[in-house]
T-cell receptor
Framework: DAGVTQSPTHLIKTRGQQVTLRCSPK?????VSWYQQALGQGPQFIFQ???????QRGNFPDRFSGHQFPNYSSELNVNALLLGDSALYLC??????????????FGPGTRLTVT | KQEVTQIPAALSVPEGENLVLNCSFT??????LQWFRQDPGKGLTSLLL?????REQTSGRLNASLDKSSGRSTLYIAASQPGDSATYLC????????FGAGTTVTVRA
């Protein structure tokens, strides 16, 4: 059973560019959340997708957007990149609201460096 | 806004010693609390999940307690080993995870 997968592993972009990160959830999971982890800090919640809709959003600007596909995979898009967007981007999946367990499983992350 | 604090920020112990990691949170209206392990530059590995109705959860050498009323959780790791060296993060779930900054543990052989 494959766990949560993310691509790419590493990415280097220039200020002002746009980036797309991808995530495939664990088998049987239909809810995907995205987190940003700056160096030395805990992850910060960006947003969560369920049934192809954004259900919740953290304190991130509109430059951060996402999408969930019918197969539950998800993309995170960041426009007009800033140096401060350099971080490890983590994707987590969990069973849907019908489940009694809300345990979240994380992928290996995508390391984004903005120069 | 939920605030999660982990104390201490770093810990260094000799092999075999028991570890005690603390986590506190400000809003007790949570669904569950999860402890994670993170190795440098890697993703998060779930260690234990304690649902809001539970007081503790155990897995092997790991035991985590939850006191919702006081906003505290403690992770105990018995008989530490060098392989336990990592950053340990706690996260409270109120439909999204709010994380502490973590405790970085070094177990000296």
């Amino acid at each position: 059973d494959a766990g949560v997968t993310q691509s790419p592993t590493h990415l280097i972009k220039t200020r002002g560019q746009q980036v797309t990160l991808r995530c495939s959830p664990k088998s049987g999971h239909d809810t995907v959340s995205w987190y940003q982890q700056a160096l030395g800090q805990g992850p910060q919640f960006i947003f969560q997708y369920y049934e192809e809709e954004e259900r919740q959003r953290g304190n991130f600007p509109d430059r951060f957007s996402g999408h969930q596909f019918p197969n539950y995979s998800s993309e995170l898009n960041v426009n007009a990149l800033l140096l401060g967007d350099s971080a490890l981007y983590l994707c987590a999946s969990s069973p849907g609201l019908e489940s009694t367990s809300y345990e979240q499983y994380f992928g290996p992350g995508t390391r984004l460096t903005v120069t | 806004k939920q605030e999660v604090t982990q104390i201490p920020a770093a810990l260094s112990v000799p092999e075999g010693e028991n570890l005690v990691l603390n986590c506190s949170f400000t809003d007790s209206a949570i669904y569950n609390l999860q402890w994670f392990r993170q190795d440098p530059g890697k993703g998060l590995t779930s260690l234990l999940l304690i649902q809001s109705s539970q007081r503790e959860q155990t897995s092997g050498r790991l035991n985590a307690s939850l006191d919702k009323s006081s906003g505290r959780s403690t992770l105990y790791i018995a008989a530490s080993q060098p392989g336990d060296s990592a950053t340990y993060l706690c996260a409270v779930d109120d439909y999204k995870l709010s994380f502490g900054a973590g405790t970085t543990v070094t177990v000296r052989a």
